[in-house]
């Protein structure tokens, strides 16, 4: 009974401290996201990053090969401040999710993907830039989505 509580306790404090930690941004609508995705993202761009140099040894168009799993792409967004003209840098991009989504998945027609844009550097980790909006069809625009910081 006392292990129950315990997983219980834990449980509520889990859930409690994810809520505590999301980042608003403002795009369209406001949005909220996890800390914890946004790391997660961050985190797969960079062992993507690291494995495809070593493997490559700097070659741009192998780089794009094995990168192409990640959707990679040089930045070309609205306010775009991507410093991604060190040779050993580039600038990444993995969709966190689509807005418009239902409960059994599929997207409404006019649904919109929110990106986690970072830049990524062999002497540092993967830096995020921006998160954007991307709207559906061929010639979408993609706009970045400044961070509203909440005053407590």
């Known amino acids: 009974m006392q292990r129950i509580h315990s997983l219980l306790i834990a449980g509520l404090f889990f859930i409690v401290f994810a809520i505590a930690?999301?980042?608003?941004?403002?795009?369209?609508?406001?949005?909220?996201?996890?800390?914890?995705?946004?790391?997660?993202?961050?985190?797969e761009m960079k062992s993507y990053y690291k494995s495809s140099f070593r493997a490559c040894r700097f070659k741009k168009l192998c780089i794009r090969r094995r990168l192409r799993k990640l959707i990679w792409r040089r930045r070309n967004y609205t306010g775009s401040s991507d410093n991604a003209n060190l040779p050993d840098s580039m600038a990444l991009w993995l969709p966190i999710r689509k807005s418009g989504e239902n409960r059994s998945g599929l997207l409404r027609r006019k649904s919109n993907t929110y990106q986690v844009?970072?830049?990524?550097?062999?002497?540092?980790?993967?830096?995020?830039?921006?998160?954007?909006?991307?709207?559906?069809?061929?010639?979408?625009?993609?706009?970045?989505?400044?961070?509203?910081?909440?005053?407590i």
């Open 21 to 43: 930690n999301e980042r608003t941004f403002q795009c369209g609508t406001k949005v909220k996201f996890e800390d914890i995705l946004i790391n997660e993202k961050l985190n």
């Open 117 to 151: 844009v970072a830049t990524c550097t062999k002497r540092t980790s993967c830096e995020l830039l921006r998160v954007t909006e991307r709207s559906r069809g061929k010639k979408s625009i993609e706009t970045a989505c400044p961070e509203i910081r909440s005053q």
